[in-house]
């Protein structure tokens, strides 16, 4: 075996770099914002993150963020394991679909929403008629952040299952299993660290979303406003304090999902 060449100049420049860049871009802002929110004393960060509408910017939240987060793991196992395991037609396009969000801007999301559900639209009478509120409301923000985050499962787990092929299924088919049988004995035990590592994904944009929600939340404080929103609020009212308080929380719950990311990129890592 080869014993590995000394690091030369250029690679201490690239680490350089690569060290200064991320000092400048990552670092520091959020060095900044913890001494922000702590600028003036435990008490006052305290206060500013159990004020009532702080609270309830931080529960609606991780009830946006759990129901995204639902909702995209069963549609993402089904539409991988149908793009996958079948032949059909139309297969390309529903594939294009999927990846649609990544390429229209948030902003644009929250106005087809918008469009589709607002007083202006078709089907706003019937939706009055109902008595379903989707506009200036929770489930319309629920719907605006399935919308940006719902590729990030289905495309952890495809090109695992486009890896494995098809023949372990076919063989147990063949041995008479039935296909809730299949798929969680045969295929399940191969995509789980995928799927767990998209649900940590996808949980780590729904929780940060914006652009789409800001369309299609209307700002109400204490009613449509999550943690980004909120922020924001609080920014533009001059209250830096309390926008760096909730902000650190955001953070502090971003660094646990990067935690369980390298945790599970690690597990997957060490069993594939």
């Known amino acids: 075996m080869e014993r590995r060449k000394k690091t030369g100049p250029f690679q201490w420049i690239a680490i350089g770099v690569s060290a200064v860049f991320l000092i400048v871009m990552l670092l520091l802002p959020l060095v900044y914002v913890m001494a922000t929110a702590f600028?003036?004393?435990?008490?006052?960060?305290?206060?500013?993150v159990t004020d009532p509408y702080a609270v309830r910017s931080i529960l609606l939240t991780v009830e946006v963020t759990v129901i995204t987060v639902i909702v995209n793991t069963v549609f993402g196992v089904f539409a991988s394991w149908c793009l996958?395991?079948?032949?059909?037609r139309g297969k390309k396009v529903i594939s294009a679909l999927i990846d649609l969000p990544l390429t229209v801007s948030p902003i644009i999301a929250g106005l087809i929403y918008l469009l589709t559900f607002g007083r202006q639209s078709i089907l706003y009478p019937y939706l009055q008629g109902a008595g379903v509120k989707i506009v200036f409301a929770v489930p319309g923000i629920v719907l605006a952040t399935i919308f940006v985050t719902f590729p990030f499962i289905s495309r952890e787990i495809i090109p695992v299952l486009t890896s494995q092929g098809t023949d372990e299924?076919?063989?147990?088919?063949?041995?008479?299993?039935?296909?809730?049988?299949?798929f969680w004995r045969v295929t399940f035990p191969h995509i789980k660290w995928a799927l767990l590592y998209g649900i940590v994904l996808c949980t780590a944009r729904a929780m940060g979303e914006f652009g789409a929600v800001s369309v299609l939340s209307g700002h109400l404080k204490g009613k449509t406003n999550t943690m980004p929103l909120y922020i924001e609020l609080?920014?533009?009212?001059?209250?830096?304090?309390?926008?760096?308080?909730?902000?650190?929380i955001l953070v502090l719950m971003a660094v646990i999902i990067l935690v369980l990311r390298s945790l599970l990129e690690a597990k997957g890592t060490k069993e594939s």
């Open 39 to 48: 600028g003036e004393g435990v008490q006052v960060f305290l206060a500013a």
């Open 84 to 88: 996958t395991k079948f032949r059909f």
């Open 169 to 182: 299924e076919e063989a147990a088919a063949l041995m008479g299993a039935g296909g809730f049988t299949i």
């Open 234 to 248: 609080l920014y533009q009212g001059y209250d830096f304090t309390g926008a760096f308080a909730v902000s650190a």
